[in-house]
């Protein structure tokens, strides 16, 4: 057995913990050593690097495999709750896994007294994830067949997606993996669940979804739900020979190339690029809202972009934030010490590389100001600091409509929420592992790049509106946490002036505070929403708001392709916001490019606040029915950027019943039309 050092560390430091955690309290009731057993299993058995997910679960003894397609981090979040709850409850030995990182030619030889849970986000115009696209593509080929034929009769899954109704293609996903698999011969164990971010009740669909699918599922394996115990998946290990100032302590670094100050391409979702901020500046003209424009340099990267694509943004916490949540979990003077964390199963991954110290834990690897789940709190219950405290806890994690009268309006952040709750009291007892375990990992943020990669191929511009809501029930209203570290990182840009304006409080330079000037980590995502490949065709494009964003791109591409000579068709453009004089984004830029396209640029604009009628894009776009019309005669590209949840809507419906009123067709018939151009991305959405 290889044992290192750390191991060895590790193993001496956890099972003296354990002893020490374990007569502390009560709170188990049995005294058996979890960390013993699952760590001791896990040292010297290095499993190989496998692509075949039942010998994984053979090698590990699973008889329960969590898959999740996951985009943004809910989804990852929503399988690994899944697996500690079927580990905890039901005695299921659980695992969790990313779905790119297996083949599936043999899920036709699954046992059947497995089961496999999916949780799948539809992400965009009902496309699977990025890490669930082989898998998608391989059970749903037209030629689908697995090792043994093309029956999965053997098969047992449950299902959950994640999407939106505001979009088409509302949880296309997990309704067609769950058609395909029972087409197959497989057989779901309870309904397959869809949560709806567009309703704002993913969270609540999914608390509702779990319960029968449990009920279901120890019916069919046979399970005896017991009495829920908190198992740690990671341990946390103290190293107190190691300092904040030791080179191999992590400070927020994202890898060890960062850690030893050579950070090296390919710059990609795991590996962020630094990138310096050429310019920012503010684009409103109003003293309570704010929106940057930012000019990111890609120019020391590998990194390419064309006009269209996003940009990933990876925010840090402000540091106010970083220092409720370290105060209410009494962890302040301990904010630079040093851990380790261990995963105490095989098939668990540490999400972020230590050993590092808490504060940079916090800060840079946990979505802290997210509003706290109701499962989060149930979790936390038997570690109360108080029996009176706890009795509350676990109502609150057990009512929903209890919890929901109690938190609905304060939509208080992990922190804050323990701090009103324990009326001063300090949650000392809470495992770290718990947060680690049942907090997001921090998500980059994207941005529809709004410059032109003809135009600035190694600079891209993001145009980002900065997120504050007020809160009826608290003093500070909510901050959005990318946008404040961009506006922080644009102020320090521009000597600080508003500095005073929010103390958040930012570690700006970044780890070991290596960068002067103003940096910001990155990575490109590209997509597909783009312009035609030849220029002369028309395009119509209505975006609202920041919605405007890669128009601004689009509109400059086609003014430097007028410039080279090329024949540019028909740029028509809607735009719309409050006011002419507060958020008229880019209007002195307008003209310039009017200058350049003459007659084959317009902008059309729709301010609501201006008149008393309060006129938004989808009107304009009516009005000009007649021209818009003409336009996909001669086939114009018609593309939609901004607010999913209602203009994307009403854009759709009011192309629809353009074409109904100009070709004089039935509205189900221009229905079908606009379906149709939907299909053949003559009609393209980039809508969030
Ligand atoms: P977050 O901290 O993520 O909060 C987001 C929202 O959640 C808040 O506004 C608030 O309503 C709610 N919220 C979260 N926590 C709390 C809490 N504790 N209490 C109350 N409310 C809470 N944005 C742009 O400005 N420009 C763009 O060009 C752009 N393009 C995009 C393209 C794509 C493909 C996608 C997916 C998104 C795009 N966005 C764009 C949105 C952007 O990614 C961010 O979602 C947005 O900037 C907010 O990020 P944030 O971190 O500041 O806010």
Redesign the pocket.
């Known amino acids: 057995a290889d044992l290192d050092t750390l191991d060895i560390i590790v193993l001496g430091v956890i099972l003296l913990g354990t002893i020490a955690y374990f007569t502390k309290g009560t709170l188990w009731g049995v005294v058996k050593d979890p960390y013993a057993s699952s760590f001791a299993a896990n040292v010297g058995t290095k499993p190989g690097r496998t692509r075949n997910f039942i010998e994984k679960m053979d090698e590990t003894n699973k008889n329960c495999i969590v898959f999740y397609g996951s985009q943004?981090g809910t989804a990852e979040d929503y399988a690994s709750r899944l697996a500690k709850e079927g580990k905890s409850r039901f005695g299921l030995n659980t695992m969790v896994a990313d779905l790119e990182d297996y083949d599936y030619d043999n899920l036709d030889e699954f046992p059947a007294d497995k089961i496999i849970m999916f949780v799948l986000a539809t992400y965009?115009e009902g496309e699977p994830t990025d890490n669930a696209v082989e898998f998608y593509e391989h059970i749903r080929g037209d030629d689908v067949s697995f090792t043994n034929g093309s029956s999965l009769e053997n098969l047992k899954y449950v299902a959950f997606g994640l999407g939106n109704n505001t979009y088409e293609h509302y949880n296309s996903v997990v309704r067609h993996v769950d058609e395909t698999l029972t087409k197959l011969g497989g057989t779901r164990i309870g309904v397959a669940g869809e949560g709806d971010d567009g309703a704002g009740t993913m969270e609540e669909d999914f608390l509702a979804w779990k319960e029968p699918m449990w009920a279901a599922l120890a019916e069919s394996m046979g399970l005896e739900e017991r009495e829920a115990i908190y198992e740690p998946t990671f341990a946390i290990v103290e190293r107190d020979t190691l300092t904040a100032e030791s080179e191999e302590v992590y400070l927020g670094e994202p890898n060890k190339n960062y850690l030893q100050g050579t950070p090296k391409g390919p710059y990609n979702a795991q590996n962020p690029y630094t990138a310096a901020v050429a310019e920012s500046r503010e684009l409103f003209n109003s003293k309570d809202r704010s929106?940057i424009h930012m000019e990111i340099d890609i120019s020391g990267s590998n990194l390419t972009y064309q006009t269209g694509d996003?940009i990933a943004?990876w925010?840090s916490n402000a540091g106010n934030q970083v220092d409720l949540f370290l105060k209410a979990l009494d962890l302040t003077d301990k904010r630079n010490d040093v851990i380790s964390i261990k995963a105490l199963e095989p098939t668990a991954k540490v999400p972020f590389p230590t050993p590092t110290t808490y504060d940079a834990i916090v800060r840079y690897h946990m979505e802290i100001?997210?509003?706290v789940s109701r499962q989060m709190v149930s979790t936390l219950a038997p570690f109360s600091p108080t029996e009176k405290i706890k009795t509350e806890m676990t109502r609150l994690g057990s009512d929903k409509d209890y919890f929901h009268e109690k938190t609905g309006h304060?939509?208080?952040?992990i922190a804050?929420f323990l701090t009103v709750i324990s009326e001063g009291a300090t949650w000392d007892k809470i495992p770290f592992s718990a947060f680690v375990e049942g907090l997001n990992k921090l998500?980059p943020?994207?941005?529809?790049?709004?410059s032109s990669s003809l135009v600035q191929p190694k600079k891209v511009a993001?145009?980002?509106?900065?997120?504050t809501?007020a809160?009826p029930s608290q003093k500070a209203p909510?901050?959005?946490?990318?946008?404040?570290?961009?506006a922080a990182l644009a102020d320090k840009q521009n000597n600080g002036a508003k500095s005073d304006e929010f103390d958040l409080s930012y570690q700006i330079g970044g780890p070991r505070a290596r960068h002067t000037g103003t940096h910001l980590p990155v990575h490109i995502?590209h997509?597909n929403f783009k312009l035609p490949s030849d220029p002369s065709r028309p395009v119509i494009m209505v975006g609202p708001?920041?919605?405007v964003?890669?128009f601004r791109a689009f509109v400059q591409e086609r003014a430097k392709q007028a410039q080279d000579g090329a024949d540019v068709g028909k740029t028509l453009l809607f735009f719309g916001s409050r006011n002419a004089k507060e958020d008229y984004l880019y209007e002195s830029e307008w003209a310039e490019y009017k200058k350049v396209l003459g007659d084959k640029f317009e902008l059309v604009t729709a301010f609501s606040r201006d008149s008393a009628k309060k006129v938004y894009v989808q009107h304009r776009l009516k009005e000009k029915g007649e021209e818009v019309h003409e336009l996909l005669q001669k086939k114009a590209l018609f593309y939609v950027?901004g607010d999913a949840a209602r203009m994307a809507r009403e854009v759709n419906t009011t192309l629809a019943q353009i074409i109904s009123e100009y070709r004089k067709v039935t509205p189900a018939k221009a229905d079908e039309v606009v379906k149709s151009m939907r299909a053949a991305n003559q009609y393209q959405e980039?809508?969030?």
Do not use: M
């Not at 943020?445 to 709004?450: D, L, N, P, V």
């Not at 993001?462 to 997120?467: K, R």
């Open positions: 943004t965009g929106c996003h943004v925010p100001c997210a509003p304060s939509f208080y952040n804050q998500q943020r994207y941005y529809s790049i709004s993001i145009t980002a509106v900065v997120e809501q809160l909510f901050r959005g946490v990318a946008t404040h570290f961009i995502r997509s708001g920041t919605g964003a890669p950027c980039d809508v969030w």
